[in-house]
């Protein structure tokens, strides 16, 4: 079985670029999360889509962070403009729609460095 | 709301057990997990825990829960240089989503 997918792998951007992030889940899985893991922190949810729509964005800077699932597949995660703060790893994950202990899977992660 | 909390380092002879320790806050938690994170890689999950129970054992690892203390241990038996990583501990709150710690350097000493 594939895993989540993710690319690009490293990103060096300048302060005030943008960027962008996708995310391709597990065939299936209804549910995909965006997570962002600061240097030293534990990953921070930011954006959960169940199927196309949104359920919780409730961390999510809007100010200068954007995602969007359009076909409730894959999905992208925008930054723009780019502050040295954002640098970051961002993760994707998914789920199948019926949650349970063992069906939350992570991609490797998009390293961001904001410059 | 929701928090994790965790010891930020954890130094231990290899062959020795090493225990890390986590507290959480939100009682209604249904599952609690220890996810493992190796220099440059993504999350891997290496156990969880319904929260009705209160002991999980998986080869060299044991979980134990104090539900009551709201109190989440992890436990590696044998320890060996390949162990060494950061081990995040995490809980799902309302079910879907998941609220991870600051994890724990686990670093090996010879």
């Known amino acids: 079985e594939a895993g989540v997918a993710q690319s690009p792998r490293y990103k060096i951007i300048e302060k005030r670029q943008s960027v962008a992030f996708w995310c391709n889940p597990i065939?299936?899985?209804?549910?995909l999360y965006w997570y962002q893991q600061i240097l030293g922190q534990g990953p921070k949810l930011l954006i959960q889509?169940?199927?196309?729509?949104?359920?919780?964005d409730s961390q999510l800077p809007k100010d200068r962070f954007s995602a969007e699932r359009l076909k409730g597949v894959d999905s992208t995660l925008k930054i723009q403009p780019a502050k040295l703060e954002d640098s970051a790893v961002y993760l994707c994950?998914?789920?199948?729609?019926?949650?349970?202990?063992?069906?939350?899977?992570f991609g490797e992660g998009s390293w961001l460095t904001v410059v | 709301g929701e928090d994790v909390e965790q010891s930020l380092f954890l130094s231990v002879r290899e062959g020795d057990s090493s225990v890390i320790n986590c507290t959480y806050t939100?009682?209604?938690?249904?599952?609690l997990y220890w996810y493992k994170q190796e220099p440059g890689a993504g999350l891997q999950l290496l156990t969880y825990?319904?929260?009705?129970?209160d002991m999980k054992q998986d080869q060299r690892l044991t979980v134990l829960l104090n539900k009551k203390d709201k109190h989440l241990s992890l436990r590696i038996a044998d320890t060996q240089t390949g162990d060494s990583a950061i081990y995040f501990c995490?809980?799902?709150?309302?079910?879907?989503?998941?609220?991870f710690g600051k994890g724990t350097r686990l670093h090996i000493l010879p």
């Open positions: 065939s299936g899985h209804a549910t």
């Open positions: 889509f169940q199927n196309n729509g949104v359920v919780d």
């Open positions: 994950a998914s789920s199948t729609q019926v949650f349970s202990g063992n069906t939350i899977y």
């Open positions: 939100d009682s209604s938690s249904t599952y």
């Open positions: 825990i319904f929260s009705n129970m």
């Open positions: 995490a809980e799902s709150y309302r079910d879907d989503k998941i609220i």
